[in-house]
């Protein structure tokens, strides 16, 4: 009888023992978590002040669209090879490099614009070199995050991650706004020390980003061929890679619309920032209702919502006159777009292994992120050439072949959990 109560004590112990801390204890999280705020709110100061410097430089939506869109092309090119060499490299010590790289190249724009030698030429490299490392960064650190928390924790820690985006965007677009308005190379030098902090949060972190793994002398090309094959058996997970392409590539250009439409009716770059302040704001509270939701909704209920009601709502933006109308339509899209992001995400880092999550991840990401600079760069074109209800009409029709596409789907109507 003793042995037991002293065998259920000890079961009681190791059950404690590795129940995994909750995430807002989870110093090494937390660490992750607040570095990735203070970066992106930076990535959010600067991402709104590109459109509006390379509009007072050269007075062309499209240029600006370009220049975001460089920002993207390097996904398409390096994600396949980054990502297997996340799974090969040290994660940390990529994100740390990474970020030492983004701190140099933003500390460029204010450094010009002081010395009054900026050109688009220099906008044009900065985006990219933006664009390179961001792939590494972004691998590296999704690829990490099953490591820093548990299997159970992943869609809380989803839905926090993609909500740090959005309150991103609640602080650093109103503050880029503002800092732009005070001077030109402000919003710049807000980012460039942003990327510096997220440095400094990464040497802190004790938790290694990977597990064990015997070293390979296996060709990369061969490895990525393995996550190219893994993927493609995966039907469930491709599916949701092609619709998540689909919705980049019809709402990678709305930011650009948002500031388009703010001009025409006259709004300071103030209330730019208020705007997507607002929109993230949304956002966050749409990433956070995501688990809540998850508890009373299957996977596809949630999916078919969002999609339909984001796609019936986009033409509204072609009927807002004035400021407030345009915010509270921004709002709307901006919570429901997180929604089916962290509901796919969690899926998704579930089911990938950690010997595959650089490979699979990038191929994923590769899917995914194409959409964005044909979006940016399409939309740029478009607002200039066709205007802006077009532009948004065509929005609209690509949301509704989304939404359809995906009732119709089988792979996503039979994810029933």
């Not at 220099?122 to 691998?139: A, H, M, N, P, T």
């Not at 807000?190 to 040497?203: K, P, Q």
């Not at 949630?302 to 796609?311: E, K, P, R, V, Y």
């Not at 600079?373 to 532009?391: E, I």
């Amino acid at each position: 009888m003793l042995d037991n109560q002293t065998q259920a004590v000890s079961n009681e112990q190791t059950s404690e023992v590795h129940k995994p801390l909750p995430l807002w204890r989870n110093r090494d999280y937390l660490l992750l978590w607040s570095g990735q705020v203070v970066s992106q709110t930076g990535a959010q100061v600067s991402q709104l002040a590109f459109p509006l410097l390379i509009l007072a430089l050269t007075q062309s939506p499209t240029q600006a669209g370009f220049a975001a869109a460089m920002r993207t092309i390097p996904y398409l090119l390096l994600s396949l090879p980054a990502g297997a060499l996340m799974d090969r490299w040290d994660r940390k010590k990529v994100m740390i490099f990474c970020d030492l790289g983004r701190f140099l190249s933003m500390a460029s724009i204010p450094m010009a614009l002081y010395f009054h030698h900026l050109s688009i030429i220099q906008l044009y490299l900065v985006s990219l070199l933006e664009g390179i490392l961001f792939v590494f960064f972004d691998l590296a650190e999704v690829s990490s995050l099953p490591q820093v928390v548990s299997k159970e924790q992943l869609p809380a820690a989803s839905a926090q991650n993609i909500a740090t985006f959005n309150i991103a965007m609640l602080l650093g677009s109103p503050l880029g706004g503002f800092l732009y308005s005070v001077g030109q190379l402000f919003p710049f030098l807000a980012d460039t020390f942003s990327y510096f902090f997220s440095v400094i949060s990464l040497l802190f972190i004790k938790t290694p980003f990977q597990q064990e793994r015997a070293k390979t002398s296996r060709a990369l090309i061969m490895e990525v061929k393995e996550g190219l094959q893994w993927l493609w058996r995966q039907r469930f997970i491709r599916s949701l890679a092609l619709l998540l392409c689909g919705m980049n590539l019809m709402t990678g250009g709305l930011t650009l619309i948002g500031i388009v439409l703010g001009q025409r009716i006259h709004a300071s770059t103030v209330d730019l920032g208020i705007l997507f302040a607002i929109s993230g704001i949304a956002g966050v509270l749409g990433s956070l209702v995501t688990p809540l939701l998850r508890r009373h909704m299957s996977f596809f209920a949630l999916t078919m919502s969002t999609l339909w009601i984001q796609a019936l709502i986009a033409p509204l933006l072609i009927l807002a006159p004035n400021l407030p109308l345009l915010e509270a339509t921004f709002a709307l899209l901006f919570f429901l777009f997180p929604i089916f992001d962290v509901a796919q995400r969690s899926q998704r880092m579930a089911i990938i292994p950690d010997a595959l999550q650089g490979r699979i991840n990038s191929v994923y990401r590769l899917i995914v992120f194409s959409g964005n600079p044909v979006s940016l760069a399409l939309t740029g074109f478009l607002l200039q050439n066709a205007g802006t209800t077009p532009t948004i009409l065509i929005i609209t029709g690509g949301l509704l072949l989304i939404a359809l596409s995906a009732t119709l789907n089988p792979h996503v109507r039979t994810m029933k959990a």
